[in-house]
């Protein structure tokens, strides 16, 4: 007879496996990728370093990343099949919803290229499948997205980075050396986060042997809920509700009197300040703070997340002792995003547009272990067997 063993709700603190990706240290405000700091990475690193660094297992060398950039640049354009029907997607629906638009356009792409299983593609055509999913994601969001405000996708540009092609993608213009670095900070810093929600179920996914892009869209699917990637925005409309500095008390009184939770603050791990909402904060108080975007209603946006931030964290603290709750990455992430001119329902695509690399990176250390995830759960039910009548 099997041992079953209880476990903790949501599996927190359960160890279900060994990684050489990265992890978090919640207690430490510390997170990595590799060996590395993520927020070094991230200060002094391209996007195109660090998704190497995470499917290579090293940094690349000048001449590797020359390699790497080049073979990434012909991955980027849509293929004719997919590029067909996204008028369709993007037109679905009363509201525009780019992540099941981005599930249902790779669905199609896994088919169209004859993705194989996991199980049965050998290592090398595993992470060529990977790379190609990684690689025309951000074409077909913003792709989506233009397409759903009535104008012509662009074609991605060889002569720019992963993270400048992304905003010229979805703006239309090509951004400033400020912008462009802005988002490429915020891109490295999301690529990867440990064995969040959607990580775990495209491992999940992956350990069936399943193709690539299977477990990619499962992953995708976890990750458009408002309590993981989906909130970004939402943390955005938070500063809008409260509008000036003396609503803010009144404003997180009301939301946790209503049990109501208050977007952008408290994190699953971090028992400390989200030492990527940390980054992105002096990213928004720096250079970004000067662009003409930064002035919302006549007023400066920075500025007001930056009092917004402080004053929800000591009201909290007074209404919920102990329980250590700080701004998380989302919450800059949206001022961050706002000022480089990026519309806010493209905002969780852009956290998509790194996190498919921390996937794929995942699904590759995954797809080498033989054993199927297979948990088990506790009955709690009407004792069987009852009489069927």
Same mark, same amino acid.
């Given at each position: 007879m099997s041992t079953t063993?209880?476990?903790?709700?949501?599996?927190?603190?359960?160890?279900?496996?060994?990684?050489?990706?990265?992890?978090?240290?919640?207690?430490?405000?510390?997170?990595h990728y590799r060996q590395y700091s993520a927020v070094d990475l991230a200060k002094s690193k391209t996007l195109e370093d660090v998704w190497f660094l995470l499917f290579e297992g090293h940094l690349p060398t000048g001449a590797e990343r020359d390699r790497f950039i080049a073979d990434l640049a012909p991955l980027r354009v849509l293929p004719d099949e997919v590029r067909a029907v996204l008028p369709a997607i993007a037109a679905a629906g009363p509201t525009f919803n780019p992540l099941a638009g981005l599930r249902t356009a790779l669905s199609l792409l896994a088919a169209s290229k004859n993705l194989p299983p996991l199980w049965d593609a050998d290592p090398a055509r595993r992470k060529a499948d990977a790379m190609l999913v990684c690689a025309v994601t951000p074409t077909i969001l913003a792709?989506?997205? #233009?397409?759903?405000?009535? +104008?012509? =996708? $662009?074609?991605?540009?060889?002569?720019?980075?992963?993270?400048?092609?992304?905003?010229y993608l979805v703006t239309g213009k090509v951004p400033t050396a400020v912008e462009a670095s802005a988002i490429e900070h915020y891109l490295i810093a999301?690529?990867?986060?440990?064995?969040?929600?959607?990580?775990?179920?495209?491992?999940?996914?992956?350990?069936?042997?399943?193709?690539l892009v299977s477990a990619v869209a499962g992953a995708?699917?976890?990750?458009?809920?408002?309590?993981?990637?989906?909130?970004p925005d939402r943390a955005l409309a938070?500063?809008?509700?409260?509008?000036?500095?003396?609503r803010i008390d009144a404003w997180v009184r009301a939301k946790v009197e209503a049990g109501d939770r208050i977007m952008g603050f408290g994190h699953a791990v971090?028992?400390?300040?989200?030492?990527?909402?940390?980054?992105?904060?002096?990213?928004? #108080?720096?250079?970004?703070? +000067?662009? =003409? $975007?930064?002035?919302?209603?006549?007023?400066?946006?920075?500025?007001?997340a930056t009092t917004v931030e402080q004053r929800i964290v000591d009201v909290l603290a007074e209404l919920k002792p102990g329980r250590n709750l700080y701004a998380n990455v989302e919450f800059y992430a949206g001022v961050v995003m706002e000022i480089c001119g990026i519309p806010r329902a493209m905002f969780t695509p852009t956290f998509a547009v790194s996190r498919v690399i921390g996937w794929s990176a995942n699904i590759l250390e995954q797809a080498a272990d033989p054993k199927i995830i297979r948990p088990s759960a506790q009955y709690v039910g009407p004792p069987p067997p009852a009489p069927v009548e």
């Amino acid at each position: 007879m099997s041992t079953t063993i209880n476990v903790p709700p949501g599996l927190r603190n359960v160890v279900v496996t060994e990684t050489t990706l990265g992890d978090v240290r919640g207690d430490e405000g510390f997170y990595h990728y590799r060996q590395y700091s993520a927020v070094d990475l991230a200060k002094s690193k391209t996007l195109e370093d660090v998704w190497f660094l995470l499917f290579e297992g090293h940094l690349p060398t000048g001449a590797e990343r020359d390699r790497f950039i080049a073979d990434l640049a012909p991955l980027r354009v849509l293929p004719d099949e997919v590029r067909a029907v996204l008028p369709a997607i993007a037109a679905a629906g009363p509201t525009f919803n780019p992540l099941a638009g981005l599930r249902t356009a790779l669905s199609l792409l896994a088919a169209s290229k004859n993705l194989p299983p996991l199980w049965d593609a050998d290592p090398a055509r595993r992470k060529a499948d990977a790379m190609l999913v990684c690689a025309v994601t951000p074409t077909i969001l913003a792709a989506l997205h #233009r397409l759903r405000e009535g +104008q012509e =996708p $662009l074609e991605p540009r060889a002569d720019l980075t992963a993270a400048a092609n992304w905003l010229y993608l979805v703006t239309g213009k090509v951004p400033t050396a400020v912008e462009a670095s802005a988002i490429e900070h915020y891109l490295i810093a999301t690529v990867d986060h440990g064995f969040n929600a959607s990580t775990f179920t495209a491992r999940v996914i992956t350990s069936t042997g399943a193709d690539l892009v299977s477990a990619v869209a499962g992953a995708i699917g976890a990750f458009s809920g408002p309590l993981h990637g989906g909130a970004p925005d939402r943390a955005l409309a938070s500063l809008d509700e409260i509008g000036t500095p003396d609503r803010i008390d009144a404003w997180v009184r009301a939301k946790v009197e209503a049990g109501d939770r208050i977007m952008g603050f408290g994190h699953a791990v971090y028992r400390t300040e989200d030492p990527r909402s940390l980054m992105l904060r002096d990213i928004a #108080r720096g250079p970004l703070s +000067q662009s =003409p $975007l930064n002035q919302n209603d006549g007023g400066d946006l920075v500025d007001f997340a930056t009092t917004v931030e402080q004053r929800i964290v000591d009201v909290l603290a007074e209404l919920k002792p102990g329980r250590n709750l700080y701004a998380n990455v989302e919450f800059y992430a949206g001022v961050v995003m706002e000022i480089c001119g990026i519309p806010r329902a493209m905002f969780t695509p852009t956290f998509a547009v790194s996190r498919v690399i921390g996937w794929s990176a995942n699904i590759l250390e995954q797809a080498a272990d033989p054993k199927i995830i297979r948990p088990s759960a506790q009955y709690v039910g009407p004792p069987p067997p009852a009489p069927v009548e």
